[in-house]
């Protein structure tokens, strides 16, 4: 298997260096959840779909469905050297990451063949429908209500802060089929829902940044199919726990490619080279420069310690799935603190923003500043994310 | 950077399974407790047993009585030495051990290090001086060339185990150079020493007057580049630190676990306050990623000790460090009341800390002189 990784790295470095397409003029959001554009989208759609035709994405989904069928071990060379030129990363998140493993994992044989090819493919675009506007954390007392008609569920209620909901041909929906259901988890069920359903209407919300990216999804009697129902009715709550186990990267088995243009310590360390302080190069700030140190050693050590995942010996007896669990929480707050970072040492410029002319780098690091909360909100805030380690990974008594 | 992150191999990880139940099985923490009390700080049997499984000499070569695995393969004995505040000579006869491979001559090694790798002697180093700098080659301590051999003049510090030590290394500045001299203790005859009084009474650190003793100009070592063999020792001592102190924090991450669950106040265990759960959880974290820097750290030195190695262990040190600190303030703030008696576990911990923290550079030095090597 080993020269066979060495030859696929190869082959997938020989396939970058032609076909990795040049930068486009207009801006490229950092991850899925800041694609509001068109052109955007057109332009992250056909790379996924290159990567995918070339036989790099889904590498390890069974080929009976889109696949290849192949060991994990293959997506992850690829990943890598995705990682490595600095590619595009996979627009279709919800889909590739998220939804795709889920279904594969707990859809019906008819379901995986309908959805996982377009997903794979980019022709399909996912959205999730978890959060309500009165239940976000408390994802489990969701209310929007799902009855059943016939061959159809008719839906009812709100979603809201969807991603790419404005783009999307399908989305996860989480809803009620069972009000009196004996606790709050049994009543849900979990539905594969058409975004074309006649009675659903996509209103886009502005984000902090000043521009749009997510979504509030009304649902006015929307009749969808009955048999996009995953698993029985009433076990949506699982479900919806393995969506969120492959979302925190909790589990694996998603398609591949990365979510985002991965932010390094680097990047920062030469934006501090090019702005001044005080007539110097930042970076001569000693202050500035053991800023960039812990944070060159908080990133080896995340790296480190996902590296250390594949090492079953190396993991810690007592809690051997902490660096899967710790991996969205500690990785959200550390990019959020370097992107604040990047604007702190802009100094007296740090206001600066997006279309004011001078501007450092743009006003890209303010917006990168702003968006990333999106991953220390989204998916579970930070104060929940602690909440489920201490309880889950820990065994901590529930508050 | 093409090298894997991390690399640990069977050998290596039944090694570390090993040093796992053995220190278990022997340091109960009532025998950490009893051996407050002793002499020497630990027990003769049980270090004649470290000898006899051959840890002694994991990183020394074959040709001494050594396995040859490597330097980082001592990662996992320190951090279970740490997690239990275990002490014994193994940290000093460790470096002992080193300097004398690095910068001893053949004779030299093949003289002293078999017994030293099987137990039957220990050593001890004498680096530290009352200026306090972590630069080895930092050195008020003079070493002046005499009829057969040399006459030491200055003070050492720290100097761990050295009334249970048969050898000491001891470093000096001859004619403006650095040197490393490996003496039998019974040449020390003549000096003085003292127990320093430290935070940590798990250790044994002694003061060593060396008002100009004579040491035979054979004790001299001659083998190597002394300079690059002081660098070797810097991270040696740095890393084996980092090592023991993620272990410690984890020591003291678990004790303080354990009382969350269990001490109950407001009618609820206090673990289900988010004020004590949500800071657990990142004390936890920074043990893991700091676990995660010791074996990349040990990864790098074991490929070659070059300077990306050299970045690997002073990163592991700094986030030791502050992760330790870190751990051992919670660990007595959330045991309360009994947090503050001296006969909690946690203030072991904390005492601990003072001392690790500060020994082979603390998380500022480590920094400083990471800034060259990353920006
Ligand atoms: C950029 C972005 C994209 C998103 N995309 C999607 C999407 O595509 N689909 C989707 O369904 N959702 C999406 N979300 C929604 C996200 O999952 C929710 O915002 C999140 O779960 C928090 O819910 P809430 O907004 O209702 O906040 P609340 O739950 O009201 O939380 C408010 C504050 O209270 C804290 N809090 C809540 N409960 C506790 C507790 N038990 N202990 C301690 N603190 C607590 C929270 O941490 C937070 O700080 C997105 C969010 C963002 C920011």
């Given at each position: 298997?080993?020269?066979?990784?060495?030859a696929?790295?190869k082959?997938?470095?020989?396939?970058?260096?032609?076909?990795?397409?040049?930068?486009?003029?207009f801006k490229?959001?950092?991850?899925?959840?800041?694609?509001?554009?068109?052109?955007?989208?057109?332009?992250?759609?056909d790379?996924?779909?290159?990567?995918?035709?070339a036989?790099?994405?889904?590498?390890?989904?069974?080929?009976e469905?889109g696949g290849?069928?192949?060991?994990?071990?293959?997506?992850?060379?690829?990943?890598?050297?995705?990682?490595?030129?600095?590619?595009?990363?996979?627009?279709?998140?919800?889909?590739l990451?998220?939804?795709?493993?889920?279904?594969?994992?707990?859809g019906?044989?008819?379901?995986?063949?309908?959805?996982?090819k377009?997903?794979?493919?980019?022709?399909?675009?996912?959205?999730?429908?978890?959060?309500?506007?009165?239940?976000?954390?408390?994802?489990?007392?969701?209310?929007?209500?799902?009855?059943?008609?016939?061959?159809?569920y008719l839906i009812?209620?709100r979603?809201?802060?969807?991603?790419?909901?404005?783009?999307a041909?399908y989305?996860?929906l989480?809803?009620?089929?069972?009000?009196?259901?004996?606790?709050?988890?049994?009543?849900?069920?979990?539905?594969?829902?058409p975004?074309?359903?006649?009675?659903?209407?996509?209103?886009?919300?502005?984000?902090?940044?000043?521009?749009?990216?997510?979504?509030?999804?009304?649902?006015?009697?929307?009749?969808?199919?009955?048999?996009?129902?995953?698993?029985e009715e009433?076990?949506?709550?699982?479900?919806?726990?393995?969506?969120?186990?492959?979302?925190?990267?909790?589990?694996?088995?998603?398609?591949?490619?990365?979510?985002?243009?991965?932010?390094?310590?680097?990047?920062?360390?030469?934006?501090?080279?090019?702005?001044?302080?005080?007539?110097?190069?930042?970076?001569?700030?000693?202050?500035?420069?053991?800023r960039?140190?812990?944070?060159?050693?908080?990133?080896r050590?995340f790296?480190?310690?996902?590296?250390?995942?594949?090492?079953?010996?190396?993991?810690?007896?007592?809690?051997?799935f902490?660096?899967m669990?710790?991996?969205?929480?500690?990785?959200?707050?550390?990019m959020?603190?370097?992107a604040?970072?990047?604007?702190t040492?802009?100094?007296?410029?740090?206001?600066?923003?997006?279309?004011?002319?001078?501007?450092?780098?743009?006003?890209e690091?303010?917006?990168?500043a702003?968006?990333a909360?999106g991953?220390?909100?989204?998916?579970?805030t930070?104060?929940?994310?602690?909440?489920?380690?201490?309880?889950?990974?820990?065994g901590?008594?529930?508050? | 950077?093409?090298?894997?992150?991390?690399?640990?191999?069977?050998e290596?990880a039944?090694?570390?399974?090993?040093?796992?139940?053995?220190?278990?099985?022997?340091?109960?923490?009532?025998?950490?407790?009893?051996?407050?009390?002793?002499?020497?700080?630990?027990?003769?049997?049980?270090?004649q047993?470290?000898?006899?499984?051959?840890?002694?000499?994991?990183?020394?070569?074959?040709?001494y009585?050594?396995?040859?695995?490597?330097?980082?393969s001592?990662?996992?004995?320190?951090?279970?030495?740490?997690?239990?505040?275990?002490?014994?000579?193994?940290?000093?006869s460790?470096?002992?051990?080193?300097?004398?491979l690095?910068?001893g001559s053949?004779a030299?090694?093949?003289?002293?290090?078999?017994?030293?790798?099987?137990?039957?002697?220990?050593?001890?180093?004498?680096?530290?001086?009352?200026?306090?700098?972590?630069?080895?080659?930092q050195?008020?301590t003079?070493?002046?060339?005499?009829?057969?051999?040399?006459?030491?003049?200055?003070?050492?510090?720290?100097?761990?185990?050295?009334?249970a030590?048969d050898?000491?290394?001891?470093?000096?500045?001859c004619?403006?150079?650095?040197a490393?001299f490996?003496?039998?203790?019974?040449?020390?005859?003549?000096?003085?020493?003292?127990?320093?009084?430290?935070?940590?009474?798990?250790?044994?650190?002694?003061?060593?007057?060396?008002?100009?003793?004579?040491?035979d100009?054979?004790?001299?070592?001659l083998?190597?580049?002394?300079?690059?063999?002081?660098?070797?020792?810097?991270?040696?001592?740095?890393?084996?630190m980092?090592?023991?102190?993620?272990?410690?924090?984890?020591g003291?991450?678990?004790?303080?676990?354990d009382?969350a669950?269990?001490?109950?106040?407001?009618?609820?265990?206090?673990g289900?306050?988010?004020a004590?759960?949500?800071?657990?959880?990142?004390a936890?974290?920074?043990?893991?990623?700091?676990?995660?820097?010791?074996?990349?750290?040990?990864?790098?030195?074991?490929?070659?000790?070059?300077?990306?190695?050299?970045?690997?262990?002073?990163?592991?040190?700094a986030?030791?460090?502050?992760i330790?600190a870190?751990?051992?303030d919670?660990a007595?703030?959330?045991h309360?009341?009994?947090?503050?008696?001296?006969?909690?576990?946690?203030?072991?911990?904390?005492?601990?800390?003072?001392?690790?923290?500060?020994?082979y550079?603390?998380?500022?030095?480590?920094?400083?002189?990471l800034?060259?090597?990353?920006?």
């Amino acid at each position: 298997m080993e020269d066979a990784l060495q030859a696929l790295r190869k082959e997938v470095a020989g396939w970058l260096a032609r076909n990795l397409p040049p930068r486009p003029a207009f801006k490229l959001p950092q991850s899925f959840l800041e694609v509001e554009s068109q052109e955007q989208l057109d332009y992250l759609r056909d790379w996924q779909k290159k990567v995918y035709e070339a036989g790099y994405l889904g590498m390890a989904w069974p080929a009976e469905y889109g696949g290849r069928g192949l060991p994990p071990e293959h997506q992850d060379v690829v990943n890598e050297e995705l990682a490595r030129v600095k590619a595009p990363f996979m627009f279709n998140t919800i889909g590739l990451f998220w939804a795709g493993p889920t279904i594969l994992r707990l859809g019906t044989e008819a379901q995986k063949q309908r959805y996982i090819k377009g997903i794979l493919s980019g022709d399909d675009i996912w959205c999730q429908g978890f959060s309500e506007p009165d239940h976000g954390s408390d994802l489990g007392n969701a209310q929007t209500r799902a009855r059943r008609q016939g061959d159809s569920y008719l839906i009812e209620g709100r979603k809201i802060w969807t991603t790419l909901g404005h783009f999307a041909k399908y989305m996860i929906l989480l809803a009620r089929t069972n009000p009196e259901a004996p606790n709050k988890y049994a009543g849900l069920s979990f539905f594969l829902a058409p975004m074309d359903a006649p009675g659903i209407t996509v209103r886009p919300i502005r984000k902090i940044t000043g521009e749009y990216g997510f979504n509030e999804v009304t649902f006015d009697a929307a009749r969808i199919p009955a048999d996009t129902l995953v698993g029985e009715e009433g076990q949506g709550w699982q479900v919806a726990m393995a969506v969120l186990a492959f979302e925190r990267g909790v589990e694996r088995g998603q398609a591949g490619g990365m979510v985002s243009f991965p932010l390094t310590v680097a990047d920062v360390a030469a934006l501090a080279r090019q702005v001044h302080r005080d007539g110097h190069p930042a970076i001569e700030d000693p202050l500035i420069a053991d800023r960039l140190v812990q944070f060159f050693i908080e990133e080896r050590a995340f790296r480190a310690n996902m590296a250390r995942a594949h090492h079953e010996r190396l993991l810690t007896p007592s809690r051997p799935f902490a660096p899967m669990f710790m991996g969205k929480l500690y990785g959200s707050e550390l990019m959020k603190r370097l992107a604040d970072f990047a604007v702190t040492i802009q100094g007296a410029n740090a206001p600066l923003y997006l279309g004011e002319p001078s501007a450092i780098e743009g006003g890209e690091w303010q917006r990168s500043a702003m968006n990333a909360y999106g991953a220390t909100i989204g998916g579970g805030t930070t104060e929940v994310q602690h909440n489920i380690i201490g309880e889950r990974l820990l065994g901590l008594p529930k508050g | 950077m093409s090298q894997p992150l991390i690399q640990w191999n069977d050998e290596q990880a039944m090694l570390a399974d090993a040093a796992w139940d053995f220190v278990r099985a022997k340091f109960p923490m009532e025998t950490v407790r009893r051996l407050l009390e002793s002499r020497d700080g630990f027990e003769h049997a049980t270090w004649q047993e470290m000898g006899a499984m051959g840890w002694l000499g994991i990183a020394l070569p074959e040709a001494y009585g050594g396995s040859g695995l490597g330097l980082g393969s001592l990662a996992c004995i320190m951090e279970a030495m740490g997690q239990h505040l275990c002490a014994t000579p193994f940290l000093p006869s460790t470096l002992a051990m080193q300097a004398i491979l690095a910068a001893g001559s053949a004779a030299q090694r093949q003289a002293l290090l078999p017994d030293l790798a099987s137990g039957q002697r220990i050593a001890t180093v004498a680096f530290t001086e009352p200026h306090g700098s972590w630069e080895l080659r930092q050195l008020d301590t003079v070493a002046t060339m005499a009829k057969d051999g040399y006459v030491l003049q200055g003070t050492k510090r720290f100097v761990l185990d050295y009334a249970a030590a048969d050898v000491v290394v001891v470093s000096a500045q001859c004619q403006d150079m650095p040197a490393l001299f490996a003496v039998e203790k019974a040449a020390f005859a003549t000096a003085s020493s003292r127990r320093e009084i430290v935070t940590d009474e798990t250790r044994r650190c002694y003061e060593l007057k060396l008002d100009g003793v004579c040491v035979d100009s054979a004790c001299r070592l001659l083998g190597g580049d002394i300079s690059q063999a002081m660098r070797h020792l810097e991270l040696a001592g740095a890393f084996l630190m980092a090592a023991d102190l993620v272990g410690a924090a984890n020591g003291a991450f678990e004790l303080t676990l354990d009382y969350a669950k269990t001490r109950k106040q407001f009618g609820h265990p206090i673990g289900s306050y988010q004020a004590i759960k949500h800071p657990l959880v990142d004390a936890m974290m920074g043990i893991e990623l700091g676990r995660a820097l010791v074996y990349h750290a040990a990864t790098f030195l074991d490929a070659s000790e070059d300077r990306q190695a050299e970045v690997a262990v002073r990163m592991a040190k700094a986030h030791a460090n502050d992760i330790m600190a870190f751990m051992a303030d919670r660990a007595v703030q959330f045991h309360g009341g009994m947090g503050f008696t001296y006969d909690c576990h946690a203030a072991l911990f904390y005492r601990h800390s003072m001392w690790a923290r500060h020994t082979y550079g603390d998380a500022i030095h480590h920094r400083r002189h990471l800034a060259p090597l990353v920006l």
